[in-house]
């Protein structure tokens, strides 16, 4: 689709995560239509290079949860305000909210108001199939299309009455790294070697999850030290947690090689023959790079009450892309670090069934995820079609 002038974009994207599929999204449009979109809202600063006037820093909205939404309403509801405020301003021709959904769904309410006319799309699904099932349906009011990057997602919101959703897959999926980590994986003819192993490491990207799980990873570790096992460790991690780790695995019985370089978690992903991991969106890349791993997960006590509200049976990813154990789970009291030892030494046992079925399962979760086009591309023509369909029913 080509047009005769530059759209106007309505935008949401406070994590780097959220960041990143929004470049890779208005990059395409660009291509597609032959004009930079211009743009408005809430980004960082890879948008900003692509002309983001962001109407806050980003950083705000950023974590915004459960456990700080209340701490911070005064100041979100004033940023929702100025958000809103400014989009309406600059009538965009579609508006498109990828994260923060405690701050973005506000947003769209209020400029579903403003704007009926205008499509509002949510790019990547809110978790309903994992709890609070009801905000599907809440959603049709104030969003009218969703781009899913799980497989199983339009099925779910279809389910609960949610706004009309499409695959148009995962960035994970769709990488060209962990394709060909995959493909290298897939071609040993060994893994957990007689001698020594390699085991990645990955105690999560904030420092709560540190404190909450290395300990026990530690303790992990000696136990396979003790049980005279041999390997080498590999945690890569950002540059903010290096010292905290560094002071947490001082005295590991065998010494980690920390990196923050992009490159060294490829290549520790190339040599791992298991991985110790903190639940979350790392599990589900472990598994398209062909990594066996166990996950584990300690519940903040904020959260505690709410755990009735999780109506999910698992959290980790690729079983719930699969519908079917294939990572196994340690949560809160049931993180053993005897048992998290023994589950490693069965995931390096060359040929071992633990292996294998996590093997199969990780076939089947790519090909449950594979798509013919890159995910920005296939968001891209929905977009456009949106914004083609509305100026058509002018």
């Not at 030290?225 to 590999?234: A, C, N, T």
Request: proline share 7%.
């Amino acid at each position: 689709m080509t047009t005769n002038r530059a759209l106007v974009i309505g935008l949401v994207a406070g994590e780097i995560s959220g960041e990143n599929l929004a470049v890779d999204l208005i990059d395409t449009i660009a291509e597609q239509t032959g004009h930079t979109p211009k743009l408005v809202g809430v980004g960082g600063d890879r948008l900003r290079e692509r002309g983001l006037k962001s109407v806050f820093d980003a950083s705000e909205i950023a974590l915004i949860g459960l456990t700080s939404v209340i701490a911070s309403l005064p100041r979100l509801i004033m940023r929702i305000n100025q958000t809103a405020r400014a989009m309406i301003a600059a009538r965009p021709d579609v508006i498109i909210l990828i994260d923060s959904p405690d701050f973005s769904h506000r947003v769209a309410k209020r400029l579903k108001k403003a704007l009926p006319d205008v499509p509002v799309i949510k790019y990547v699904a809110p978790t309903v199939w994992a709890w609070r099932p009801e905000r599907a349906a809440k959603m049709t009011g104030h969003i009218d299309h969703v781009l899913a990057i799980l497989p199983f997602e339009p099925d779910i919101m279809k389910k609960l009455g949610g706004p009309p959703t499409h695959y148009v897959g995962h960035p994970l999926a769709a990488s060209e790294d962990l394709a060909e980590i995959w493909l290298q994986r897939e071609a040993r003819t060994q893994y957990g070697k007689s001698e020594t192993f390699d085991l990645l490491v990955l105690p999560g990207s904030r420092s709560g999850e540190i404190k909450a799980l290395l300990p026990d990873f530690g303790k992990a570790v000696r136990t396979l030290h003790e049980r005279g096992q041999r390997f080498r460790i590999h945690i890569p991690t950002l540059p903010k947690l290096v010292d905290s780790i560094k002071r947490e695995t001082a005295s590991w019985p065998a010494q980690p090689r920390i990196t923050v370089a992009h490159e060294d978690k490829l290549e520790a992903f190339r040599q791992a023959d298991a991985a110790l991991a903190a639940s979350g969106t790392v599990i589900l890349e472990l598994a398209l790079a062909g990594v066996p791993v166990i996950s584990c997960y300690r519940v903040d006590l904020f959260m505690r009450p709410f755990i009735p509200l999780i109506t999910t049976w698992t959290a980790a990813l690729p079983n719930v892309i699969c519908d079917r154990p294939i990572v196994p789970e340690y949560l809160d009291y049931m993180i053993r670090p005897g048992m998290l030892a023994r589950r490693i030494e069965e995931l390096v046992e060359p040929n071992s069934l633990p292996f294998e079925v996590q093997m199969q399962g990780f076939r089947h979760a790519r090909e449950l995820m594979a798509v013919k086009k890159r995910p920005g591309s296939r968001a891209a023509e929905i977009i456009l079609d949106a914004i083609a369909n509305r100026t058509n029913g002018r």
